[in-house]
């Protein structure tokens, strides 16, 4: 703070955005730096300490459904955490992990959320993670439909009445 004391509010807004706009391709710049090693079908990452990382897709009920870099070691909850975390409505006691060549997995969130256990889930790259929206939530965000749809129906039994 002490460097835009003397900066105009309009001049701050300015450096705002540029430092905003610097973090944000820094951030993004530290995924590219990341250091690719193949491991026969599959690809992992390293960063310059040796952490490795690798992709996984989080799709369904998230706020930024997408392909994210993950920690080998990440939970669930943290992975959710960066598609902007599950959005109000879905369904987290029904988490399904869809993984290449293998079964889908049910996950139960929310039972690890109530107890705390950690659970023995070992992700691997282009895992898909898909979190569905419950029934009572879609009806809701489709509200305006419905209502049109009714209106319409009770418009048409007036006139078939008469």
């Not at 995924?31 to 989080?58: A, H, M, Q, R």
């Not at 029934?135 to 809701?140: A, K």
């Given at each position: 703070?002490?460097?835009?004391?003397?900066?105009?509010?309009?001049?701050?807004?300015?450096?705002?955005?540029?430092?905003?706009?610097?973090?944000?391709s820094f951030s993004q710049e530290s995924y590219s730096k990341l250091n690719s090693i193949t491991i026969p079908g599959s690809e992992y990452y390293t960063d310059e300490l040796g952490s490795v990382y690798f992709y996984v897709n989080i799709l369904g009920h998230v706020k930024n459904p997408g392909s994210y870099p993950i920690y080998?070691?990440?939970?669930?909850?943290?992975?959710?955490?960066?598609?902007?975390?599950?959005?109000?409505?879905?369904?987290?006691?029904?988490?399904?992990?869809?993984?290449?060549?293998?079964?889908?997995?049910?996950?139960?969130?929310?039972?690890?959320?109530?107890?705390?256990?950690?659970?023995?889930?070992?992700?691997?790259?282009?895992?898909?993670?898909?979190?569905?929206?419950?029934?009572?939530?879609?009806?809701?965000?489709?509200?305006?439909?419905?209502?049109?749809?009714?209106?319409?129906?009770?418009?048409?039994?007036?006139?078939?009445?008469?």
């Amino acid at each position: 703070m002490m460097i835009l004391e003397g900066i105009t509010i309009k001049n701050r807004f300015f450096f705002s955005i540029v430092f905003l706009l610097f973090g944000l391709s820094f951030s993004q710049e530290s995924y590219s730096k990341l250091n690719s090693i193949t491991i026969p079908g599959s690809e992992y990452y390293t960063d310059e300490l040796g952490s490795v990382y690798f992709y996984v897709n989080i799709l369904g009920h998230v706020k930024n459904p997408g392909s994210y870099p993950i920690y080998e070691k990440s939970d669930l909850l943290s992975i959710i955490s960066q598609a902007g975390g599950p959005l109000e409505g879905a369904k987290l006691n029904k988490i399904i992990l869809y993984r290449k060549n293998s079964k889908k997995i049910n996950i139960n969130l929310e039972s690890y959320l109530d107890s705390g256990e950690q659970s023995n889930l070992d992700f691997k790259p282009n895992d898909t993670i898909y979190l569905e929206q419950s029934l009572g939530s879609y009806l809701m965000t489709r509200s305006s439909i419905i209502s049109w749809t009714l209106s319409l129906l009770n418009i048409y039994l007036t006139k078939t009445n008469n």
